[in-house]
C-alpha cells in the first residue's frame, strides 16, 4: 500500500521514468545454473545464442580462485554449467565473445604474461572447443593490468580497462585499433575518465553511446553504472543508468549486448528479488541512448 502510494505521489516524468525502468528489467540469468549463491560476474552470450560464459570469484569446481565458465541453452533453458578448459591455476576473468563467435576474450594473471592482469583471447572451433590461449600483446598489456576487453562489431577495435597507460586517474578506459596483425596504439576513450576507476564498458547505438562502470575505488568502494552519448568529439550526458538496483551504495558492473539479442544485455548486480546469491548475472532492455560519430579515435 505505502509502495502504491509513493508512487501514485510521483509527478509525471518520474513515474514514466519508472515504470520503464521496471519494464526494461527481464529478471536473473539462468537461476542455479549461471547465477547462484556465489559471485558470477560479466556474462556473454555466443552470437548463435546457444551458449553464455561468465566469470566466476568463488564457485567450486575450476583450477583457480577466479574461473571462466559456461552453459549451454537447452529446451531454452541454460544447462550444463562446467569451467573452460582454458582456465588456468591463476584468475581467469571478464568473458566476451567477438561478434562473429570466433574469439573469446578474457583477461588472467597467469604465467608469461607482460605484468599483472593482461588480455587475452582464444579461438572458438566449429565443434564449440577452444584453443590456446594467446596474450594480445604489448599494444594492449602493460605492466599493470588491464580489464573487461570487448572488440567491436567489425572487429577494428578492442575497448579494455587499464592502469598500466596513464591516463586520468586509476583505471581507465581505452580503445585500440587492429592494425593487422594485433591491437595497437592504445587511446582514452574521450570524455569519461578521470581521477576514479572507470572499467567494464560496452558501446551503444555503433559505438555513439556508452555504458560503463565508475567507483572511486573499485576494490572498497561503491560500483555503479553510467551511459553516455557521443556529442561529435567526446561521451557526455553522463548520467546513471536508470535500472533498479544500479544505485549508489551498490555494486552493478560489467555489461555485455547479448550479440544474439542486440536490443537486450547481460549486466551484473544485486537486486532485492529475484536473487540467488551474491552478485548475479541479470537481463534487460540495453540503454535506448543514442549519440553522434566521431568517438572512436
Not at 564457485?59 to 582456465?87: E, F, M, V
Not at 568473458?95 to 583477461?107: Q, V
Request: glycine letters at 12%.
Amino acid at each position: 500500500m505505502a509502495a502504491a502510494i509513493a508512487v501514485s505521489l510521483l509527478c509525471g516524468p518520474a513515474a514514466a521514468q519508472l515504470a520503464e525502468a521496471r519494464l526494461a528489467e527481464f529478471g536473473i540469468e539462468g537461476m542455479g545454473v549461471v547465477s547462484t549463491r556465489g559471485n558470477e560476474v560479466r556474462a556473454s552470450v555466443s552470437p548463435d545464442g546457444q551458449r553464455i560464459v561468465w566469470g566466476s570469484t568463488d564457485r567450486d569446481g575450476g583450477p583457480g580462485d577466479w574461473n571462466l565458465w559456461q552453459a549451454w541453452l537447452r529446451d531454452k533453458r541454460w544447462t550444463d554449467p562446467q569451467p573452460l578448459p582454458i582456465n588456468s591455476s591463476a584468475n581467469d576473468f571478464d568473458p566476451a565473445f567477438s561478434a562473429d563467435g570466433r574469439w573469446l576474450y578474457f583477461f588472467s594473471n597467469r604465467a608469461g604474461g607482460r605484468g599483472g592482469d593482461d588480455l587475452y583471447r582464444a579461438a572458438v572451433h566449429s565443434d564449440g572447443s577452444f584453443g590456446t590461449p594467446e596474450n594480445l600483446g604489448s599494444g594492449v598489456n602493460s605492466a599493470g593490468n588491464e580489464w573487461a576487453p570487448l572488440s567491436s562489431v567489425d572487429g577494428r577495435w578492442l575497448m579494455f580497462a587499464s592502469d598500466g597507460f596513464g591516463g586520468a586517474g586509476r583505471h581507465d578506459l581505452f580503445v585500440a585499433r587492429w592494425d593487422g596483425k594485433a591491437f595497437v596504439d592504445p587511446r582514452p576513450v574521450p570524455g569519461v575518465n578521470t581521477a576514479a576507476d572507470e572499467f567494464d564498458a560496452a558501446w551503444l547505438d555503433g559505438g555513439n553511446a556508452l555504458v560503463f562502470a565508475r567507483s572511486q575505488n573499485v576494490e572498497t568502494q561503491p560500483i555503479r553504472l553510467f551511459v553516455a552519448e557521443c556529442d561529435g568529439k567526446a561521451y557526455s550526458n553522463i548520467a546513471p543508468w536508470t535500472l533498479s538496483f544500479n544505485t549508489a551504495e551498490g555494486a552493478t558492473l560489467g555489461p555485455v549486448v547479448d550479440v544474439s539479442k542486440p536490443s537486450e544485455i547481460l549486466v551484473t548486480g544485486s537486486a532485492r528479488s529475484p536473487k540467488a546469491g551474491k552478485l548475479d548475472i541479470y537481463r534487460a532492455l540495453a540503454p535506448a541512448s543514442r549519440g553522434k560519430a566521431g568517438c572512436l579515435p
